[in-house]
């Protein structure tokens, strides 16, 4: 069992920083590939980065590449998100969420997830 614990949303205005952190609980973080997902209000989740268990590769979607950036310390159990440059249409609720590695499925697809913390919410003004 994995709980995770998203922190760091907020308000902001268009063009500014951010910093999300997602806290998990228990010794086998390293364990699980994680992510980040969001879900703006009337439109379906969907995959914002994602990260390797030992924190090799990471994968990113097209809207977001450039201006976000997922890490993990594995050492303090935390992934985070930077994102810079945030757009009004980054807001949303933004969740973490870990997948066992080696497991089936892909890492880009929520449904392909074991895992999921309870969301933050990130609002841009314009």
């Known amino acids: 069992q994995v709980q995770l614990v998203e922190s760091g949303g907020g308000l902001v205005q268009a063009g500014g920083s951010l910093r999300l952190s997602c806290a998990a609980s228990g010794r086998t973080f390293s364990s699980y590939d994680m992510g980040w997902f969001r879900q703006a209000p009337e439109k379906e989740r969907e995959f914002v980065a994602a990260?390797?268990?030992?924190?090799?590769?990471?994968y990113y979607a097209d809207s977001v590449k450039g201006r976000f950036t997922i890490s993990r310390d594995n050492a303090k159990n935390t992934l985070y998100l930077q994102m810079n440059s945030l757009k009004p249409e980054d807001t949303a609720v933004y969740y973490c969420a870990a997948k066992r590695r080696l497991s089936s499925g892909s890492i880009r697809l929520g449904v392909d997830y074991d895992y999921w913390g309870q969301g933050t919410q990130v609002t841009i003004s314009s």
């Open positions: 990260i390797s268990w030992i924190g090799g590769r990471t």
